[in-house]
């Protein structure tokens, strides 16, 4: 089958175009190096052109809800009426586990991006994960110098190539409107894998944990963020990540 991965570049993105591709498909990547701009609409109607499938794992980084939110929803109506007018049959987006009691920041962005696509005029799939063992040096790389700021956050972070691999099973089972959420094999803090990495790469470096007063800083130490008992489980731990190949030393 041919899939179109719209960020197909990025952390989960790289995984979801390899694994695709050793699965046996044809697989096309939506970039703006490869001149496909979902914000834009540029070249993603040629792009997406004989796709079977379109697997959205597009992202970016802020806490602006505004700036998400309008990234997210013009990225997803680019795509489905591009998919519309080319006859995809299969519209994928990746989101994010345990958000529907933080709809707010990026989160609220995320269940936007989600109404849209249930919405939608194409057969869709939405599959939520946990955060991936890569989030601590995204947060870790914010703020330079000897501290650094680590949200107080109970998660159970997942491997993005196990995310790769759920994400591609679902484009090849057709649409079901939503799959079953994916987590990791550990519950964590994400202050503590954030220590975990810098020790590991060598790096002297003080990182503070600091809870967040507002509805955001709530949901992220609730707990929601580990996702539910019915969950799919990962095998990677965050420890085995950072001695895999996938980790990058800071």
Do not use: C
Request: hydrophobic content about 45%; overall charge neutral; proline content about 4%.
């Amino acid at each position: 089958m041919r899939i179109a991965v719209a960020g197909g570049t990025g952390t989960v993105g790289r995984h979801v175009s390899r694994t695709a591709r050793e699965a046996g498909h044809d697989v096309v990547v939506l970039s703006r190096a490869s001149g496909a701009n979902v914000l834009t609409g540029e070249g993603v109607t040629e792009a997406l052109t004989g796709a079977d499938a379109v697997i959205d794992v597009t992202s970016i980084m802020t806490l602006s809800e505004k700036k998400a939110r309008d990234f997210f929803e013009t990225g997803t109506r680019t795509l489905l009426a591009a998919g519309a007018q080319v006859g995809v049959a299969h519209h994928v987006a990746l989101s994010i586990v345990g958000i529907d009691g933080i709809d707010t920041a990026y989160y609220a962005a995320k269940l936007a991006q989600e109404r849209a696509v249930a919405a939608g005029a194409i057969p869709h799939t939405i599959v939520r994960a946990a955060q991936f063992h890569e989030f601590a040096g995204q947060v870790l790389a914010q703020i330079a110098g000897p501290f650094a700021v680590a949200p107080r956050t109970l998660m159970r972070p997942v491997a993005a190539r196990e995310v790769a691999a759920h994400v591609v099973r679902v484009a090849e089972a057709g649409p079901v409107g939503r799959a079953q959420d994916l987590v990791g094999p550990r519950d964590e803090t994400l202050v503590d894998v954030a220590r975990r990495q810098l020790a590991f790469d060598g790096i002297r470096r003080r990182v503070l944990d600091v809870k967040l007063p507002d509805a955001y800083g709530r949901g992220l130490a609730s707990g929601a963020l580990r996702g539910g008992p019915d969950a799919l489980q990962g095998a990677i731990t965050f420890d085995e990540w950072l001695r895999s190949p996938d980790h990058t030393r800071g």
